[in-house]
């Protein structure tokens, strides 16, 4: 069975009312994986070890925080694969179902960031995070805040991009990151923190780290 076959199978056996579903992609051929994750792009997703990780988020006249591609963008982006031979299983993770108007969880940036390093590999080296705002008004000193650890603007969102590196490359360390994102907490301003690329066990040659590639831009 494809992986088309295993999403349509997937998505059967999701509640009627489900919002979120997070997938694991697990490839045949592990030296296929970055150009899985190169097809799989516009799903944002995440790197582990012989695995790719991403969501699929069906629209909701709510919204809701988070990043994902629709049932049928998921779909299309697994015939890419499918196209190119790229071999592999497809399973769920977990999945979210819609609620009432959401009301921002109690979790501070910082407990949401220790969760988030507690899912990594011991040997992680390079990671590619966002931080979504609950609202605009806090861009401007969010951004302040944030300086130290070079965040990027995405426009027309309230949304912060940056880099942590664990030993040595592009990025700040995670203590610097954490350290930010508390005083971000400390100042009252919310929203949520989540890590979008993992690499592991990088080792740079004559060049201060590797590069991904988002939307055609170097990042």
């Given amino acids: 069975m494809g992986l088309v076959e295993d999403w349509r199978g997937i998505e059967r056996d999701l509640p009627a009312d489900w919002a979120d579903a997070r997938l694991i992609l697990e490839i045949s051929d592990p ?3 970055d150009r899985a994750a190169a097809l799989l792009g516009p799903a944002n997703p995440g790197h582990g070890s ?3 990780r991403f969501s699929a988020r069906r629209s909701s006249g709510r919204g809701s925080p988070g990043t994902g591609a629709g049932p049928d963008a998921i779909r299309r982006l697994l ?3 499918q196209d190119e031979g790229i071999a592999g299983r497809l399973r769920l993770r977990d999945a979210a179902t819609a609620g009432p108007p959401e009301v921002e969880p109690a979790t501070t940036l910082v407990e949401g960031w220790d969760e988030a390093v507690a899912t990594l590999p011991p040997d992680w080296s390079d990671l590619y995070c966002e931080l979504e705002l609950t609202s605009s008004d806090y861009l401007q000193r969010g951004a302040l805040l944030l300086a130290p650890i ?5 426009a027309g969102k309230s949304m912060f991009r940056f ?15 954490r350290r930010c994102l ?10 949520r923190v989540s890590i979008l690329r993992v690499l ?3 080792h740079n040659v004559d060049t201060q780290g590797p590069v991904w590639y988002v939307e ?3 990042v």
Avoid: C, Q, W
């Avoid at 070079?150 to 995405?154: D, G, K, L, Q, V």
């Avoid at 880099?163 to 990151?177: D, I, L, N």
């Avoid at 508390?182 to 929203?191: N, P």
């Fill in 200 to 202: 592991s066990d990088t």
């Fill in 150 to 154: 070079n965040p990027a603007r995405i």
């Fill in 50 to 52: 012989g695995e790719l």
């Fill in 163 to 177: 880099r942590v590196a664990h030993r040595f490359g592009y990025g700040a360390s995670e203590p610097m990151t």
């Fill in 216 to 218: 055609g831009k170097a």
């Fill in 79 to 81: 015939g890419r694969l």
């Fill in 31 to 33: 030296d296929r994986l």
């Fill in 182 to 191: 508390a005083r971000v907490d400390g100042e009252g301003i919310t929203g």
